[in-house]
Every structure is written in C-alpha cells, then in structure tokens.
C-alpha cells in the first residue's frame, strides 16, 4: 500500500522532470482544486485511510493533473452517498467548465446522466438501445429499456426527479 503523496509524486515523475517538493506543491494544488481539506495531511495517507468521496476526489485530481482535453469517468459516484453523489457531480461539472474538459460518464444512474450531460446513450447488455440530447432521451424516450431505467428513478411527493 502506497501513500497518496507517493502515488502523486510516481505520476508528476513518470511525465515531467519535477523535484519532491514541486511534486507536493502541485499535489496540495490539485487536491485543493477538487475541494479536499487538510491536504499536506491527506498526501501523508493511505488510501484505506480516506472516506470513499475523498478517495473519489483523489482519483479526479490526479485524473486532471495534466489538463486532459477527456476525461472518462467509469461509474465515478458509485458506491457513495447521495450527497457525497452531488458533490462528485458539480465538481465534475466545474472541471468541465473550467478546463473546457469533454467527459465521457458511463453510470447505471439515469438521474446522474440526465443532470450531466448534453447526449445521452442507452445500452443493454453492449447494445445501444438509444441515443441524442439528453433532454430529448429523458422527456420523449422511445426505447422500451429507457423507459424501464427512467421507472426505476424514485418518486417524491408524486414527481421524479430526473
């Protein structure tokens, strides 16, 4: 098991000629950047010391460290709460913005979709079953498994929230 700050610093190293001091630094400002307190403290952590949405924020910082113009983010609020759920979307989406970083999300969670993307595809068993804008898939779907994953999202007080 491997500390985060190590982790960063076999990153910088494997890219860019970079002392362990600027390696810190520039860890600190990336960890910084995706809202994590006490960064010094988390560089000196191991992983299994971290909650999941700080591990989640770690693996979002270290997947942006060279400003990548795509990102691919393979179930990134899986497995967390719903609030920490949240946080991980609107920082994805700031990260987005700010970078002007495309994102390719591939989640189970239509909620999830809906609220990040401007296209969505629906795919059964490694089929597409639909594609276009999001707002056009979530309001008129014509797949029949597209409307069975919009059923699965939770009414409250009558309304779904998608």
Known sequence: IVRIGKQF??????????SNDECDHRAIELLESVALPN???????????????????VGIAMAITFSPKLLLGDEPTSALDVTTQAQIVEELLRINRENKTSMIIVTHNIGVA???SDKIMVMKQGAVVEYGPAEEIIRNPQAEYTKQLLNAVPEIGGKRYV
Do not use: N, T, V, W
């Not at 610093?9 to 970079?18: G, Q, S, T, V």
């Not at 191991?46 to 989640?56: A, D, M, N």
């Open 9 to 18: 610093r076999e990153l910088f190293k494997a890219h860019i000629e970079i």
């Open 114 to 116: 809906a609220h990040m």
């Open 39 to 57: 960064c010094a403290d988390i560089l000196r952590r191991y992983p299994h010391e971290l909650s999941g949405g700080q591990r989640q924020r």
